[in-house]
Nanobody, 118 residues
Framework: QVQLVESGGGSVQAGGSLRLSCVQSEWTYKQGWFRQAPGKEREGVARITNIGITYYSDSVKDRFTISRDRNNTVHLEMNSLKPEDTAMYYC????????????????WGHGTQVTVSS
């Protein structure tokens, strides 16, 4: 099974920036970042295909950037952070085929906490 390990979470003031990283144990077809705040549904915030096409949720568009480096480590650069961005952030990947959309990820990391204070 593919192993995903997130890092980079922490506490930051509103308006600040944070960069999350996700180390993959092996190559996968696509990767994404999801988040879940207490009492709320898990939300897909960003994803990137194997050819580099990116997608974002409306809530983070123009503030967050997902990328993948030469080592296949996935990053999420978060700028202009808001208190409502506070959540546990999870790295996800699709391991079986290209797929499409937010719902077909099949590998998950354990999460990294992001807390944004006002």
């Amino acid at each position: 099974q593919v192993q995903l390990v997130e890092s980079g979470g922490g506490s930051v003031q509103a308006g600040g920036s944070l960069r999350l990283s996700c180390v993959q144990s092996e190559w996968t077809y696509k990767q994404g970042w999801f988040r879940q705040a207490p009492g709320k549904e898990r939300e897909g915030v960003a994803r990137i295909t194997n050819i580099g096409i990116t997608y974002y949720s409306d809530s983070v568009k123009d503030r967050f950037t997902i990328s993948r480096d030469r080592n296949n480590t996935v990053h999420l650069e978060m700028n202009s952070l808001k208190p409502e961005d506070t959540a546990m952030y999870y790295c996800a990947a699709r391991t079986r085929s290209v797929g499409a959309g937010w719902t077909d990820f099949d590998a998950w990391g354990h999460g990294t906490q992001v807390t944004v204070s006002s």
